[in-house]
């Protein structure tokens, strides 16, 4: 249904549709979670961040408000890091560089 719903001619979701797509997508983590449950795993939600994505042009119509999880509600951030690179909002990747050229200028200083 999630995908219906972002499947446009367009190719985004408008902002009057925001709201929708943050319900289903509490909807579809809550389902991810029900399978995990009843594959023995478990989703933690306090370890779970949200990212929505963007163009710079289009951040100002980024959903502020959480998504719920179970019984928790998750708030959006700009920046995540999933095995050990960060992914922007806008999809620029200034931060994952900005921290891999910090990392190599601390390498270069300790030699």
């Not at 961040?49 to 999880?69: K, M, T």
């Not at 999809?91 to 200083?109: I, W």
Request: charged share 15%; net charge neutral.
């Amino acid at each position: 249904m999630l995908m219906q719903m972002t499947r446009k001619s367009t190719g985004f979701v408008t902002p009057l549709d925001a709201d929708l797509l943050q319900e289903h997508m509490s909807v579809c983590v809550d389902e991810v979670s029900l399978w995990m449950t009843s594959n023995r795993l478990l989703l933690n939600p306090t370890k779970t961040e949200v990212l929505w994505c963007s163009s710079a042009r289009r951040q100002h119509h980024i959903l502020v408000g959480p998504v719920h999880i179970g019984n928790t509600s998750v708030l959006p951030v700009s920046v995540v890091r999933d095995l050990r690179i960060y992914i922007d909002a806008d999809l620029t990747m200034s931060t994952h560089v900005t921290t891999t050229v910090r990392a190599c200028f601390a390498a270069l200083q300790r030699i």
